[in-house]
């Protein structure tokens, strides 16, 4: 019974720990890294140097995570969606948070500089910086800061095309561009949702209304042309194309159907929608290759 009770309390510390990393954003990062690496790799894809990438990603990932939460800690307890996340709940002291996030973005930056290249490792410090220093703050100061903030989220699959290549080019920077662009309805959907309980916690986002359907129909129209990218730069095909403008106007009806309807309803589709459009695109992007 004594040695049961002792290792609950551990599996709930070790729990704690991984949920301060944001573990849902840290696994998507890691798959848009990973097919930014596979898309920039020419011929077999070189496994050691993919598993490198991957580990130093989700290290400053997860540590940019959790600077985030322990930068926000007393915002997240006004709120309905984070107060049980493990500081505003005070199952875990801000010192031990701070101490955390330092060590894997630390450890991280430099091992993605050490075993990958330095470029990778610089994008990675990129991240980390934008996020916590600059998209952090503008959170409570003006709603630009969505627009800011889809910078870090867009950098990861740039990060893995660097990694396989050691150079940036245009190819990569149209996954930056599709990452950055298919950010903006998706959060501005959750923003929308959860619009009131933002405000509780003092963030300055976006408000649910017509403005906000506007931006939502425009982001979404911008994304099509971009999404076609990789195959007008040669690294995909005509089955990638036919896909992407489907996804494309598939996106668009819905975020238009928001503008129009302006329902939580017609935001959670979109939400939905927006979840299931990335995975798909990328997958259409890795199977028709060139």
Sequence with gaps: MEVTEAVAP????VADFVELTKPRITFLVLITAAVGFYMGSTGNVP???????????????GGAGALNQYMER????????????????????????????T???AIGTFYLMYFVNPLTGALGLLTLASYIFVYTPLKTRTTLCT??????????????????????????LALFAILFLWQMPHFFSIAWIFTEDYARGGFVMHRS????GRQIVFFCCALIPVSVLPTIF???????????LLLGFVYLAYGFALSLFRSNTHARRLLRISVLYLPVLLIL????KV
């Design 47 to 61: 496994v050691t140097l993919l598993l490198h990438t991957i580990l130093g990603t989700a290290l400053v990932a």
């Design 234 to 244: 040669g690294v995909t095909g005509m089955m990638y194309l036919a896909g992407a």
């Design 147 to 172: 627009l800011v903030g889809a910078v870090p989220g867009a950098i990861p699959p740039l990060m893995g095309w660097t990694a396989a290549t050691n150079g940036i080019t245009s190819p990569a």
């Design 209 to 212: 209304g017509e403005s906000l």
């Design 74 to 101: 007393d915002l997240d307890a006004r709120m309905q969606r984070t107060q049980n996340r493990p500081l505003p709940d005070g199952r875990m002291a801000a010192s031990e948070a701070l101490a955390f996030s």
């Design 103 to 105: 060590t894997i973005s």
């Design 10 to 13: 551990r599996r709930t510390r």
């Design 285 to 288: 992007m890795m199977l028709d």
